[in-house]
């Protein structure tokens, strides 16, 4: 089995400062990938430029055989419909909250070619009770949701079209420790169910333990230790890792 998404030594700088420098990184089919580091570390900007939202200066992107970074403008839009989803760690970046719930999710459909409308509602009612929102409320718009519903409609939104790779940027940030908890449980629930490869940047230890299969650890843009997840978290090598970890240990 190939990797489904493979990058090779890409490297990006905003001024002087290297932002990414010389990452490499592979997603297999079906495998939750977390990145953590503090803030400034590099992560957020690995995902944007697997997610081909931002061009590297040098290195390569490869997904399923093709070359990401000669695709077109159309289609990289064409791959984010379809088999590509992105989660925003502010639902709201993620939605239009001028669009009722039920047509949030409806657009990705219409976007990926579905015509029925019967068919497109139909789907939209399974998917916000697949992430636990009440169907009877498909026709209300986003705003009168909470934090944590607007997130879950927003993942109904970038699943209803079953795609391969997800990215997540923070899925959790912001949201109550409860919520943050259940959010985590349907996470790990549906990527299972659907057999997704993610790709999850976070900060929080506990969020990369419980869904992650692997962990990168980025400092100063490069990829300091990597490895199955317990064994990162509980053998660390790098001591930026063991200073993650006790940190995380001591709160």
């Given amino acids: 089995m190939s990797a489904l998404l493979e990058a090779d030594g890409l490297r990006l700088r905003f001024g002087a400062a290297p932002a990414l420098d010389g ?32 061009t590297a200066d040098a290195g390569t992107v490869h997904y399923a055989g093709q070359d990401v970074l000669a695709l077109s403008e159309a289609g990289r839009r064409r791959l984010m419909r379809t088999e590509w989803g992105y989660v925003h760690q502010n639902a709201r970046d993620g939605l239009r909250l001028g669009v009722s719930a039920g047509g949030n999710v409806g657009e990705r459909l219409m976007a990926a070619g579905e015509r029925r409308y019967d068919s497109i509602r139909e789907v939209a009612a399974h998917w916000m009770e697949r992430v636990e929102l009440d169907p009877s409320r498909m026709d209300e718009p986003p705003r009168n ?107």
């Fill in 145 to 251: 949701f909470s934090g944590g519903m607007q997130q879950r409609l927003q993942i109904a939104r970038c699943l209803v079209t079953e795609p391969r790779l997800v990215f997540m940027d923070e899925p959790t940030g912001g949201l109550d420790v409860s919520v943050q908890a259940r959010l985590l449980d349907l996470i790990r629930k549906l990527a299972k169910e659907m057999g997704l490869a993610v790709f999850l940047v976070t900060h929080d230890i506990a969020a990369a333990r419980l869904l992650a299969h692997r962990i990168l650890v980025m400092r100063r843009g490069q990829v300091v230790e990597e490895g199955l997840a317990d064994r990162v978290l509980d053998d660390p090598r790098h001591p930026y890792t063991q200073l993650l970890v006790s940190s995380v240990l001591a709160a």
């Fill in 23 to 54: 990452v490499s990184v592979a997603i297999w089919p079906g495998e939750v990938v977390a990145v953590v580091g503090e803030s400034g570390s590099g992560k957020s900007t690995l995902l944007r430029a697997l997610s081909g939202q931002i």
